[in-house]
């Protein structure tokens, strides 16, 4: 967004939609904890955001009551600030409250789809299937960061869709580097974590930082503390969006195991950073990091693969910083941030003639 506002020259306002969480609930959780003490309004990356609270069902995977809600709050917006352009990031339920509200304003409406939206949350439940081929056909512009995620909503909707990948900044930073590898993301089971942690313990590897956070945090704590005298696990929590990029730069590898992707924007940053990756196949991610050029590539759940791809990497130097150029210069040329703003404003424009 601030690249687009920087490129475009665009006024924006930025709605943020959170779950209302009663405090005395809240406190039990920390990820609720964190929910109910974001403001009313804040600053993020030099934006301001609006918070607006909406009330759902426990569990509920459909969502409809929340996207109801989130429609009616959109629609006043709109009416109060005679908005050009709606855009939603996630096809379900936001693009959908978004497309709809648009439907009833005359606004027309971009939906950035981001993968979970697409691959997973469709199988979930028969509201959630219908709720995102609605947001699909209603929105006027369908926009995916990858080529695989464009053919999947394809396969759930007959219609034309942009593909512009997320883009990242280019490397501000500039530290030495450090014998370790990193993951970067949720600490759940469906990012491959526990693949990562027996890999971990197989390959040569001697310290693994993990940044981000979950519900395996307490296994993985458990399994740090039965490594052998040698290997460390070093859990670094949720960090902020340049200290993030930072320790990613301090690492010799990035290490990304999902068991389903769209295109991971900590595999950007970590190709801009010059930090060779070692991903699953999945997704959009053979897109941008190719196998045996400036990537290594392993099968899902294979622990035993993941461990000799790191250990490839950690051994041949030479290999490790051909990768690292080749990461870099196709980042520099491909996954620009500036670049990507372009083609969005691209986007808008088309839909404003």
């Given at each position: 967004?601030?690249?687009?506002?920087?490129?475009?020259?665009?006024?924006n306002?930025v709605?943020?939609?959170?779950?209302?969480?009663?405090?005395?609930?809240?406190?039990?959780?920390?990820?609720?904890?964190?929910?109910?003490?974001?403001p009313?309004?804040?600053?993020?990356?030099?934006?301001?955001?609006?918070?607006?609270?909406?009330?759902?069902?426990?569990?509920?995977?459909?969502?409809?009551?929340?996207?109801?809600?989130?429609?009616?709050?959109?629609?006043?917006?709109?009416?109060q600030?005679?908005?050009?352009?709606?855009?939603?990031?996630?096809?379900?339920?936001?693009?959908?409250?978004?497309?709809?509200?648009?439907k009833?304003?005359?606004?027309?409406?971009?939906?950035t789809?981001?993968?979970?939206?697409?691959n997973?949350?469709?199988?979930?439940?028969?509201d959630?299937?219908?709720?995102?081929?609605?947001?699909?056909?209603?929105?006027?512009?369908?926009?995916?960061?990858?080529?695989?995620?464009?053919?999947?909503?394809?396969?759930?909707?007959?219609?034309?869709?942009?593909?512009?990948?997320?883009?990242?900044?280019?490397?501000?930073?500039?530290?030495?580097?450090?014998?370790?590898?990193?993951?970067?993301?949720?600490?759940?089971?469906?990012?491959g974590i526990?693949?990562l942690?027996?890999?971990?313990?197989?390959?040569?590897?001697?310290?693994?930082?993990?940044?981000?956070?979950?519900?395996?945090?307490?296994?993985?704590?458990?399994?740090?503390?039965?490594?052998?005298?040698?290997k460390?696990?070093?859990?670094?929590?949720?960090?902020?969006?340049?200290?993030?990029?930072?320790?990613?730069?301090?690492?010799?590898?990035?290490?990304?195991?999902?068991?389903?992707?769209?295109?991971?924007?900590?595999?950007?940053?970590?190709?801009?950073?010059?930090?060779?990756?070692?991903?699953?196949?999945?997704?959009?991610?053979?897109?941008?990091?190719?196998?045996?050029?400036?990537?290594?590539?392993?099968?899902?759940?294979?622990?035993?693969?993941?461990?000799?791809?790191?250990?490839?990497?950690?051994?041949?130097?030479?290999?490790?910083?051909?990768f690292?150029?080749?990461?870099?210069?196709?980042?520099?040329?491909?996954l620009?941030?500036?670049?990507?703003?372009?083609?969005?404003?691209?986007?808008?424009?088309?839909?404003l003639?």
């Amino acid at each position: 967004m601030k690249r687009l506002i920087e490129v475009g020259e665009i006024t924006n306002d930025v709605l943020f939609f959170k779950q209302y969480v009663p405090k005395f609930i809240a406190r039990y959780n920390p990820r609720w904890q964190e929910i109910e003490s974001l403001p009313h309004e804040y600053i993020f990356d030099g934006i301001k955001v609006e918070t607006r609270e909406i009330i759902s069902l426990p569990k509920n995977s459909s969502h409809w009551m929340a996207c109801l809600q989130m429609r009616s709050i959109i629609r006043s917006k709109i009416r109060q600030n005679n908005y050009n352009i709606i855009h939603a990031h996630f096809a379900y339920p936001y693009g959908l409250a978004a497309a709809l509200a648009g439907k009833d304003c005359g606004v027309p409406v971009v939906i950035t789809c981001h993968g979970s939206d697409i691959n997973t949350l469709p199988k979930r439940t028969i509201d959630a299937q219908i709720g995102v081929r609605l947001a699909l056909t209603t929105s006027d512009k369908v926009i995916t960061v990858s080529r695989a995620l464009s053919e999947s909503v394809k396969s759930i909707v007959s219609r034309s869709v942009e593909v512009i990948y997320n883009g990242v900044d280019p490397s501000v930073v500039n530290v030495e580097k450090l014998e370790r590898i990193i993951y970067v993301g949720n600490l759940i089971k469906t990012k491959g974590i526990r693949d990562l942690i027996t890999a971990f313990k197989k390959s040569n590897a001697t310290n693994l930082v993990l940044v981000g956070d979950g519900e395996e945090r307490e296994f993985i704590e458990t399994q740090a503390k039965l490594l052998p005298a040698g290997k460390s696990i070093v859990l670094l929590g949720k960090l902020e969006n340049m200290v993030v990029r930072k320790e990613i730069a301090m690492s010799q590898i990035l290490i990304l195991p999902s068991y389903s992707e769209g295109l991971p924007t900590v595999i950007m940053e970590a190709m801009m950073e010059g930090v060779p990756v070692v991903s699953t196949n999945v997704g959009g991610i053979p897109e941008i990091a190719h196998h045996n050029q400036n990537a290594l590539l392993v099968g899902v759940g294979n622990s035993d693969e993941l461990a000799m791809a790191i250990n490839r990497l950690l051994e041949d130097i030479e290999l490790r910083e051909e990768f690292s150029d080749r990461s870099l210069r196709y980042a520099e040329r491909n996954l620009n941030s500036v670049e990507a703003a372009k083609s969005i404003l691209n986007i808008y424009r088309s839909l404003l003639k």
